[in-house]
């Protein structure tokens, strides 16, 4: 029972950050029906980024409480991260809009190769260490353990979520984004500025993964510059499962998709009798994402084609 709760935890924690990352991928699929495949690396450069702020504080403000510091990082990651992704929206895919799917899609995957290549430059290719800036004695909840990070992680995923559910169904930019991904002709003809919307929908999904790299780094206490390919993937293919442009879905795609992959870790070495360790938890991930995109297509709260006609 112990080892239940304790993967409970950590499939909440690891849902967490994918479903923050869904998020971004989710929005600009709903506004643009474009898969911002350089996204994952979005999450890279703002765990750099949070990195870089710690070891300025270090030098000119040392002996600052780790919560605050860990608050600055944040906050500092988060205009860079939107500003590398409305860059990237302005340079590499507004021209793209109109032109054919498989376009967009390659120059997503360039991209991609590009945030890599000068994260590579400007951060080196070494494994870096990640500060712990908050107290490493586990929190005891019912036989199980949670770090004081990782409650940290859990509430500022809980806030972020809540505060974009309320900024898109009670703001006017939150209308205005809606009105976009139903129909971005009559959104235009109703006044609404397509251009804005789409920044700022990137913008928000940087923010957003920001947010999910700067706790990344302090979750697991180290990042390098490859860091954002696999929870990029594992991000997208939580916005698959809870069903793509549906931005509930990608908060119950990411934090399912972080259940199953913890149990798989737990349990999928008695399941096969030893035959798989815990480090297969990616197959078991993605077998039951695929099983369920058998079954359901559009992803678990992903409309259907019928049901849009």
């Not at 950590?10 to 991928?25: F, K, P, R």
């Not at 929870?231 to 931005?247: D, E, M, R």
């Not at 399941?271 to 995109?293: E, N, P």
């Not at 559009?298 to 049901?307: H, K, N």
Request: net charge positive; charged share 10%.
């Amino acid at each position: 029972m112990d080892t239940f709760i304790q993967q409970i935890i950590n499939g909440l924690v690891l849902g967490s950050m994918y479903a923050l990352v869904a998020l971004g991928y989710t929005m600009v699929y709903g506004v643009l029906n474009l898969i911002n495949f350089a996204h994952g690396d979005v999450l890279m450069i703002g765990a750099m980024v949070g990195l870089s702020i710690l070891k300025l504080l270090d030098v000119f403000m040392p002996g600052l409480p780790g919560a605050v510091q860990l608050a600055i990082a944040i906050a500092g990651a988060i205009p860079v991260c939107m500003l590398v992704n409305i860059i990237i929206e302005r340079v590499a895919y507004r021209r793209l809009r109109n032109a054919p799917r498989l376009a967009p899609l390659i120059t997503a995957i360039g991209v991609s190769t590009l945030l890599t290549t000068f994260a590579m430059m400007i951060w080196g290719r070494n494994p870096l260490p990640f500060p712990q800036l908050l107290s490493t004695e586990p929190i005891a909840i019912g036989g199980a353990v949670i770090s004081q990070t990782q409650v940290l992680l859990l509430a500022l995923a809980a806030l972020s979520m809540g505060g974009l559910v309320l900024l898109v169904e009670k703001t006017k930019m939150g209308r205005a984004m809606r009105a976009t991904a139903e129909n971005p002709r009559v959104a235009g003809l109703m006044g609404v500025d397509s251009n804005k919307v789409i920044i700022a929908t990137f913008a928000i999904g940087a923010a957003l993964a920001a947010v999910a790299g700067v706790m990344w780094g302090a979750n697991y206490s180290s990042i390098q510059f490859a860091m954002g390919f696999l929870p990029g993937l594992k991000a997208f293919s939580a916005a698959v499962l809870g069903g793509i442009g549906n931005i509930y879905g990608a908060m119950i795609g990411g934090i399912l998709l972080g259940l199953i992959e913890a149990m798989g870790a737990g349990y999928i070495g008695d399941l096969t009798g030893g035959f798989l360790g815990s480090h297969y938890q990616d197959i078991f991930a993605f077998v039951v994402l695929i099983i369920v995109l058998t079954i359901r297509p559009s992803g678990i709260m992903g409309e259907r084609v019928a049901d849009r006609a």
